[in-house]
Structure formats: C-alpha cells, structure tokens
C-alpha cells in the first residue's frame, strides 16, 4: 500500500525491463560538474566563424540548417555523436499531416481544428494555444517539403495511429525516420551546410544580452571528455539550438519525475541528455512543463531501446488486433487511445500486456518481422490456443475475447473500448497468429524552453526573444502539453525547424 | 468540441469566476525587465551585514529565522509586502500531524507510512520519497513545537481533509493560519530576529560559486518600484529562500499551465509572485516539476481570493454535508477525496458545484457563519426544497440524494463514492440547510526549486548544493509531487523551514 506508484515501478522495471540507460547521464554530469566551475567570458579569438551554428542533426536542426543556407547563410550544423540524426533516425518515420493529397485520395476527411483538438485532448489542454495550431496548419506544408523538394519516399497509405480521430499518419517506405534524415543530409551536403560530428556544447557565450557564439569540445567521445580541449565558435547570425529531449539522462529526468529510475529503459539513442536544456536555462531561457515525460506504450521489454516492437504495434497490433492482460485474457484499454493512456493502463496491470495480431493484421508491418521474430521479441502461432498457452493467458478468456472483437469489428462498433474502425479492420481470424509483449520506455520529454511562434528563445524575466537564440524540436516545450500525440514529432519538428532557420538568418 | 478544456476553462472563469488577479504579475515584470539587464557583481561596500538573511515570512521563513538565531545567529527576516505573514497569515490554520497526542485521545490510528502513502497517492508518485516521508516523520514534532514551544493555540478536536486516509488535521482555535504566523512574530521579536517589510528582492549576489547576500529594493511597494534605489546586504551564513508559490503570478504560470489565465482567481495574496524563484534558477538552481499547479476545489466564485468559504468547505460541508451537481441533483465525486480529483471533477461539469449541509453539520464553522451569510457566500434554507429552488436543482432528486446519503452515513458506508465516514457524521436532516457554490481557484503550485533533505539548494549541473543558499516551503518543489494534500503545507513549511535554520548556520 505504503508508495504504490513508487514500488510498482521499481517492482516491476526491475522485472521486466533491460538493462538500464543511465551511464549517459552521470558521465555527462561529470563533466557538466567541471563546466560549471567556468563562467565563459566572450573570447578574443574565435576558432571558427559562421552566420548560423546549428546545434543537433535531427529533423528540427538538418531543417534549421536548410532553411537558412537557402537564405544565403554560412551555416555549420554540430552534432555530438559520431553518426548524426540522434533519435530521428530510430524514430518510426510516421509523419501526421492534415489535409495532403494521400487524405484526399483516400477520402479521409480532417481538418487543422480536427488535429487541434486531438492535441489538446491528449495534452490535457496543456498545450500552448499557437504553437498547437501551427504545428497543424503547416503539417501538410512539411510533409510536401519532405517530399517534393526533399525527394523523401512516403507510401501512399495512411496509418491510424493512437489519439488521431483519423487516419493522418504518412510513413517513409523504409518506415524509419533515417528514410527523412538521409535526404535532408544530402540536401545539406547540395546546399554546402558544413556538418561536424562529435562536438559537444559547452557553452553558450552571451555578450550583453545577445547570444553570440559557443564553447565546445571537438573530438567528443561519450565518457571520454577532455573538458580542457575547447574551442570557440562565433555565430554572427544566432545560434539555433535542437539538441532534442533528455528521455535517456536518467539522472536529470528523475529530478522531474523521480519514478523513471534507471530501471527504466528508453526508447532513445544514449546521447538524449540536458546538457543543452540546462544551458539554455543559464542562459535565461524559461524552463516549461518539464514534469511531463512520455512513455511509450508500444515498447517491448524483450529488446532494448526502441527496438523495432513499435513498428509491429503501430502498423499492425494496434489498429488491426487487440491488447490484453494475459491475467484475465481481456482488453483493459482502446488500443488506439492516446499514448500516456496506453502507458497508464498498461503499468496499472502491473504486468506487460500481450499485443496480437493475425496475418492479414500483420502486413503492414511485414518487412521488420523475420527480424522480430529471430529476435524472439514477436511469436507466430498457429493458433490462439498455443498462443494463450505460450504467454499464459487463460485460454477460454482469450478466444471469447477474440469474438467479441470481431463482432465489433463486423458491425463497425467497438461496444467495449470505442476503438475507431476507419481503416477497413479486419476481423482476427487468419493464422498464423503474431504475438508481442509490451511494457512502456521513457520516449519523449514534452516539456523543454520555452519559444515564441518564430521559434525565439524567450527570457524567463523580461518574456522578450533572447537576441541570437532560437530553439526548435524536442528541446522546446509547450506544444504538446501533458502528452505528444504518436507521429506529431516529425511536423512538429520540421515546422519549427525550418522557422528557426528562416528567422535566425534576419536577425 | 476544438480546445475543450480550454474553451471550458475561459469560458467557466469568465462566468463564474471574479476579477482577475493579473496585475501584480504584470507590473513585476516591467521590474524585472529593467533589473535583467544588470549583471551584478559583488558591491565593494554592503550596506547591512548579517549571518542569516531569510526570504520571505511565512511559516517557513519564520521557522527558519527562529531556528537560526536560536543557534545564535544574527538574523534578519526581509518580506517584500507592507504586513508579514503572505499566504501564511490566509491559509485555514489546519495542520497534519501523525501520531499526536490529541490522535491518541480521539483513538485515531495512524503511521507515518499511511501519511506518507496519502501524499503518494494524491501526488501521483511524482513526490520525491525522502522530502516527503521527512515531512510526515517531523509532522508531530512540528505540531508540538508549535503548540508547547510557540503557544499556538489549537483547538482539542480533528478535522479529516480530503485525501487523508484518517483524521490527522489539528486546527487552531481561530481556523486561520495567523495563529500560528503571530505566536512565531512574537517569538523571532523576543529573540531578537529583525523584520524588514517591503523589502523586494532584485538579485542573488554570487562570489564564486557561493551566495554572500542580496541586492534589494527597501520602500518597496507593489506596481510603484524604484528599481535605481538600492541596497546590498552581505549574508555571512548564508540566505534562506523562503518567498513562498507563485499561484498570483499570472503571467508565469500560464507559461507552465497556459490553461490558468487571468480569468481564473486565485487564492493566493498579491504578493504571491514568481521573482524570487526565477533568481533562484538563475544562480543555477534546478526548477522542478513547476507545471503542476493545484486548484482549491472548495473556493467560492462569490467572493474574492480565499475568502472564508474554504472554512465552510474543509470544516462543514465536505465532511458533514454533500455536494451536488446542480443539473443532476446528484453526488459526482467523493467529497473527502484530494484536491486534483475534486477540482477535476467540478471543472468536468461545467458550471460551478452546489455544497449542502445542515445545522449540525455546520457547527464546527460556526464562528464564520455571519460574516458568510452576510455577504451571500452561503444561503440559508428552512428546506431542502427551498435550497433546491434556489440554486436551480431538480427538487424530487436532490432529495432522493439527500435520502440515499443519509441512509449510507447510517450503514456506516458509502456506496456511491466511498467518502469515509470515520468522524462520527451525521445526517443530513436537522434545519436550517446551507448553500455554497464551488469553482476552483488557483490555490498552490506544487513545483519549485529542488532542495535536497537539508533543505540546501542543489544546482542544476553539478548535483551539488550552491554554497551558502537554502529553501523551504511553498518556493521549493518535490514535497507533494502533483497534488498536495490539504493542510499538509504547514508541516511541510515548519520542517524544512526549521531544517534550514538549522543548516545555514552551519555554514
């Protein structure tokens, strides 16, 4: 009773979970623990000078970086792992947009105040009012600029994704997000946007109240700092910052919700730190809705990180089968109702849940499944008996389930969890038969600094655009509220993205 | 149906609510703008010196002030609003305490692990475990210290706040949290604790990593600064932050809840404002879980501020009576459930909530009865009939209701809610009858600066305490996590302002 939340966490991340991801986030406090010792005065000499110094090679900075090489900046992108793309190249590659001609031409029929509404529904109408809106009203923007002046390969289906009242998810054929980040590096690489890996931010460098460049560390290796090498950088433009979320720095994200201890996996790459949160904060950027932190509830704990399972749950389990606490053999929660809902009514079983889907089901997912299979994160089965028997799931139970949920999906009404049945449904009844375990990550920190609609840091003091700093993606917050709605990170991303870098270059 | 709960809420706060309270926040961010331009080094010339400058002069800064001297230092207490005391002095004067001695006589059985698993549930398991199971262990020694070292005057009997698993809420004689705030002001006057009032605080000032003492604004007063005439006063020890929420701060906390407008009254004083914790983030201190803002469910949208319909609430109508929802005439949530939940479900309805109870339920509110009657805060009826009329309830089921309650208090057992009846309540039969309106205002903001169980200020990159800088109350987060229960701010403030006094001298 005593610490329920608490001890049903830890109970059951020790339980369940791999390995933890903590080592990011106390080696980087080591060396912040140094950093902080210095307060870095403007230098004499520069290093290296550019109008624009992008901070992050993810979808928010490589659209940074485009927007304002296009508008004649010299712009350098640093990223400080040694691939770049962070979590955007491990991301499932879904991209929701409102109104594109894939909607049109499968009669789906949304809106900008449909998407809206959506976000404020699952954000508990946390979200900042027009940040929201302008993530919608320019997602059909983005996603022909992904395509049609990127060169990005989308399939011409839609996905449902959860919390979505449609279907308004776009997917890149490769179904990852490296099927965006790649074209986005060659058109930078066209465009002649320098891009240097390994370099770590140190610091901002403030001069008056203008940003005007950074400290950092070349030659970077997680773990292997050497804080004394630096370098100074001068941005005569601004800096943008999109360094992403800190979901992997367990050491910072448990000060804001001390349940996601290390025994919690996440779905993000090791570099997910706030290292550069926390610089913005010195900097006096104002610090937003950072208790929030998303939990993926398509993971599974039978491979570490984000893994492929998501891409199985997303495309396949989710819409077209069902989930179930192999306790009862019951669905406990509509599979496609927003992400923390699933999260929340996962943990309070107490257990991972069983997904499941049939062949037919199966298929959209069907390129990531020999690997999930030989990977023994997905069993196949003949049939739903042998699968109640492998994941113990009270076999009567589970086949009187499975034929409620195919009446409802025969009449085209979930009477027990008013899942939507608006991509044709299949009924579950063509073996073999898929089965997953899930159990939430740690996947998105909604919360981060706060900009302005022109993607402007703003002081937490004066509330005016702090002079040379823009901020865009994951490190920022307010347009999510409470909870990031499945596939909304890409607009949100590039639409930000590509404000920052067309308004940096004006300053 | 776009912008639900934030269409509610504009559209509810309107209707119901009174005027806003946005303008103290307005007017200090015209100061703040002027003082962010000024970096502050370390003045060669102070004009006060003290060993300990406490912030602020509610029951935390006053606790921590006592405790200081009392270990022999020089103490000065500095309050930025023209009388002592902020919310301290408004608040209902309840105090949880586990295992007192007035528990014993009433044969309440309670434990610091039931306290503790009280404030986890209401928190949602985003407290921070040490802070919190510190606060219920040091509950009783904080309740004792006030009663037989202070001489605050508490009444003999319990009351049960919502939330809490067993009456543990020990309340003074005059149900206001100035009896406690004035026995404490005689108490630091005897000592020899100097009060400065308004006072404002314009910077922390840093010397090296270490805070030495403060840059102020004496002759303060609120929305008429004179930001050019001010005085540097060196902290030998150290300064104990203790400047309370910033629930009146409109301006800054829609940037962590853009839900909470002006539009929505508070019950917080004028003063209750977020400068003192930007300063605290600004020399390096970790902000934490800052979104989670709490609203009083027991507020009364016909009168301003706090008022006196909490005493009505927390004393008489939520444990001895009901609350319907006018449209319905039925009960919607348990009344002796935490705050969020109660909250929440007002606001779910839509329109303000109708709280009832009779003559006998009333009695231990009766010393505020006059002045609620007077000016229309509370109605009264010879009738339920007459009650229903009045507030628009359908008649035969608030009645029905009335029945189906009573017969519940009788089984000792509430089927419709589980609201527990463990005070020996009574039914609801004996006339007059009493009304109230509920509407939620913005009443406690759970986040803060994080502390570490020293209550030393932990900065945000080394993970290290900042020299020299301590916090306690309402100002610092991890406490209550995402709700905190009522009455328990009390023990809350005592404790680890107490903590704090005692700290800082060690320095």
Same mark, same amino acid.
């Given at each position: 009773?005593?610490?329920?939340?608490?001890?049903?966490?830890?109970?059951?991340?020790?339980?369940?979970?791999?390995?933890?991801?903590?080592?990011?986030?106390?080696?980087?406090?080591?060396?912040?623990?140094?950093?902080?010792?210095?307060?870095?005065?403007?230098?004499?000499?520069?290093?290296?000078?550019?109008?624009?110094?992008?901070?992050?090679?993810?979808?928010?900075? *490589?659209?940074?970086?485009?927007?304002?090489?296009?508008?004649?900046?010299?712009?350098?992108?640093?990223?400080?792992?040694?691939?770049?793309?962070?979590?955007?190249? %491990?991301?499932?590659?879904?991209?929701?947009?409102?109104?594109?001609?894939?909607?049109?031409?499968?009669?789906?029929?949304?809106?900008?105040? *449909?998407?809206?509404?959506?976000?404020?529904?699952?954000?508990?109408? /946390?979200?900042?009012?027009?940040?929201?809106?302008?993530?919608?009203?320019?997602?059909?923007?983005?996603?022909?600029? @992904?395509?049609?002046? &990127?060169?990005?390969?989308?399939?011409?289906?839609?996905?449902? +994704?959860?919390?979505? =009242?449609?279907?308004?998810?776009?997917?890149?054929?490769?179904?990852?997000?490296?099927?965006?980040?790649?074209?986005?590096?060659?058109?930078?690489?066209? *465009?002649?946007?320098? /891009?240097?890996?390994?370099?770590?931010?140190?610091?901002?460098?403030?001069?008056?109240?203008?940003?005007?460049?950074?400290?950092?560390?070349?030659?970077?290796?997680?773990?292997?700092?050497?804080?004394?090498?630096?370098?100074?950088?001068?941005?005569?433009?601004?800096?943008?910052?999109?360094?992403?979320? +800190?979901?992997?720095?367990? &050491?910072?994200?448990?000060?804001?919700?001390?349940? &996601? !201890?290390?025994?919690?996996?996440?779905?993000?790459?090791?570099?997910?730190?706030?290292? @550069? &949160?926390?610089? /913005?904060?010195?900097?006096?950027?104002?610090?937003?809705?950072?208790?929030?932190?998303?939990?993926?509830?398509?993971?599974?704990?039978?491979?570490?990180?984000?893994?492929?399972?998501?891409?199985?749950?997303?495309?396949?389990?989710?819409?077209?089968?069902?989930?179930?606490?192999?306790?009862?053999?019951?669905?406990?929660?509509?599979?496609?109702?927003?992400?923390?809902? $699933?999260?929340?009514?996962?943990?309070?079983?107490?257990?991972?849940?069983?997904?499941?889907?049939?062949?037919?089901?199966?298929?959209?997912?069907?390129?990531?499944?020999?690997?999930?299979?030989?990977?023994?994160?997905?069993?196949?089965?003949?049939?739903?008996?042998?699968?109640?028997?492998?994941?113990?799931?009270?076999? =009567?139970?589970?086949?009187?389930?499975?034929?409620?949920?195919?009446? +409802?999906?025969?009449?085209?009404?979930?009477?027990?969890?008013?899942?939507?049945?608006?991509?044709?449904?299949?009924?579950?009844?063509?073996?073999? +038969?898929?089965?997953? $375990?899930?159990?939430?990550?740690?996947?998105? !920190?909604?919360?981060?600094?706060? %900009?302005? !609609?022109?993607?402007?840091?703003?002081?937490?003091?004066?509330?005016?655009?702090?002079?040379?700093?823009?901020?865009?993606?994951?490190?920022?917050?307010?347009?999510?509220?409470? @909870?990031?709605?499945? !596939?909304?990170?890409?607009?949100? @991303?590039?639409?930000?993205?590509? %404000?920052?870098?067309?308004?940096?270059?004006?300053?």
């Amino acid at each position: 009773m005593i610490y329920y939340l608490e001890q049903l966490f830890r109970r059951h991340f020790l339980k369940f979970s791999g390995a933890a991801t903590a080592t990011s986030g106390l080696l980087l406090a080591g060396l912040s623990t140094e950093a902080a010792a210095q307060n870095v005065s403007v230098p004499k000499h520069w290093d290296e000078t550019f109008d624009v110094v992008v901070i992050g090679s993810g979808f928010a900075g *490589l659209s940074a970086a485009i927007e304002a090489r296009k508008a004649g900046a010299n712009v350098i992108v640093l990223e400080k792992m040694p691939v770049p793309g962070g979590n955007s190249t %491990i991301n499932g590659g879904g991209m929701a947009a409102v109104g594109s001609d894939v909607q049109k031409a499968h009669g789906v029929k949304d809106s900008v105040d *449909l998407m809206v509404a959506d976000m404020y529904k699952a954000g508990l109408g /946390l979200n900042y009012p027009q940040q929201a809106r302008m993530v919608a009203e320019k997602s059909n923007e983005a996603f022909e600029w @992904c395509r049609d002046y &990127l060169g990005v390969k989308f399939k011409d289906t839609l996905a449902h +994704f959860g919390g979505h =009242a449609v279907p308004r998810t776009h997917t890149t054929t490769i179904q990852s997000g490296s099927g965006i980040v790649q074209p986005m590096l060659q058109k930078c690489d066209e *465009l002649g946007v320098q /891009l240097q890996k390994k370099v770590y931010v140190k610091r901002l460098i403030v001069d008056g109240e203008r940003v005007v460049g950074l400290e950092v560390l070349p030659n970077y290796r997680q773990g292997k700092e050497d804080a004394s090498n630096t370098k100074f950088i001068k941005a005569n433009k601004g800096v943008v910052m999109a360094a992403g979320g +800190f979901a992997a720095d367990v &050491l910072y994200r448990t000060t804001q919700d001390p349940r &996601l !201890t290390a025994e919690l996996d996440t779905t993000n790459h090791k570099g997910a730190t706030a290292e @550069c &949160l926390k610089e /913005l904060i010195r900097v006096g950027g104002n610090p937003v809705q950072l208790s929030w932190i998303q939990l993926g509830p398509w993971a599974s704990p039978d491979e570490k990180g984000f893994g492929l399972a998501p891409i199985f749950a997303g495309y396949a389990a989710y819409p077209n089968g069902i989930m179930v606490d192999p306790q009862t053999g019951k669905r406990f929660v509509n599979e496609l109702a927003d992400r923390k809902i $699933r999260a929340d009514a996962i943990i309070k079983t107490g257990h991972p849940a069983i997904g499941i889907c049939d062949e037919v089901g199966m298929q959209p997912a069907k390129h990531v499944m020999d690997k999930l299979l030989e990977r023994g994160v997905v069993h196949k089965f003949d049939t739903l008996n042998e699968l109640a028997a492998f994941y113990k799931i009270p076999e =009567a139970e589970l086949l009187a389930q499975a034929e409620r949920y195919n009446r +409802f999906v025969a009449q085209g009404k979930d009477s027990e969890f008013s899942k939507p049945f608006d991509m044709g449904q299949k009924t579950l009844g063509q073996a073999p +038969f898929y089965g997953v $375990r899930f159990w939430p990550k740690a996947h998105h !920190t909604m919360g981060g600094i706060e %900009i302005d !609609t022109q993607a402007r840091v703003v002081n937490i003091e004066t509330r005016k655009p702090i002079p040379g700093l823009y901020a865009a993606g994951e490190i920022t917050g307010g347009t999510h509220g409470a @909870c990031r709605l499945g !596939t909304v990170a890409i607009p949100d @991303c590039i639409v930000f993205g590509r %404000i920052a870098g067309q308004q940096v270059v004006k300053a």
